[in-house]
């Protein structure tokens, strides 16, 4: 199964950490439902186009985090969540999402209300676009 997960070269933030995200925001989110068995290791890294240690990683924390179980012999596949963590990941990675573009604004220069109104036409496009 190959699952939708792209990741940035140019990112500052570390590649484990991308798709480390991506992943909880597909479980999250319900894309990835409960027993929805996820690729191999290996095969994950093929197709994220990353190294298997870094795969290997995001593997072991979504598991410790509760998100996937691996089952030996059979494969690691997704993990059920409660409605309130969902909820939690959910707004975690908005809210980073966020912080990312405050941030880089902050560097170009541009002040709160600037932020804002970027922030508000950018909520107004992408809802009169059909999200």
């Given at each position: 199964?190959?699952?939708?997960?792209?990741v940035s070269?140019?990112s500052?933030e570390?590649i484990?950490?991308?798709?480390?995200?991506?992943?909880?925001?597909l479980?999250?989110?319900?894309q990835?439902l409960?027993g929805?068995?996820?690729?191999?290791?290996?095969a994950?890294a093929?197709?994220?186009?990353c190294?298997?240690?870094?795969?290997?990683?995001?593997?072991?924390?979504?598991?410790?985090?509760g998100?996937?179980?691996?089952?030996?012999?059979?494969?690691?596949?997704?993990?059920?969540?409660?409605?309130?963590r969902?909820?939690?990941?959910?707004?975690?990675?908005?809210?980073?999402?966020?912080?990312?573009?405050?941030e880089?604004?902050?560097?170009?220069?541009?002040?709160?209300?600037e932020?804002?109104t970027?922030?508000?036409?950018?909520i107004?496009?992408y809802?009169?676009?059909?999200?």
């Amino acid at each position: 199964m190959k699952i939708p997960i792209h990741v940035s070269e140019e990112s500052r933030e570390p590649i484990y950490h991308q798709v480390e995200t991506q992943i909880k925001t597909l479980i999250a989110s319900g894309q990835l439902l409960p027993g929805t068995p996820l690729p191999s290791i290996r095969a994950l890294a093929g197709d994220v186009g990353c190294s298997v240690i870094t795969t290997r990683r995001v593997y072991q924390n979504l598991e410790n985090a509760g998100f996937i179980k691996t089952v030996q012999g059979k494969g690691t596949f997704v993990r059920e969540i409660e409605n309130v963590r969902k909820e939690e990941t959910r707004q975690k990675v908005v809210y980073e999402a966020f912080e990312k573009a405050v941030e880089q604004g902050m560097q170009l220069g541009c002040t709160e209300e600037e932020l804002g109104t970027i922030f508000q036409e950018s909520i107004k496009k992408y809802y009169k676009n059909g999200g």
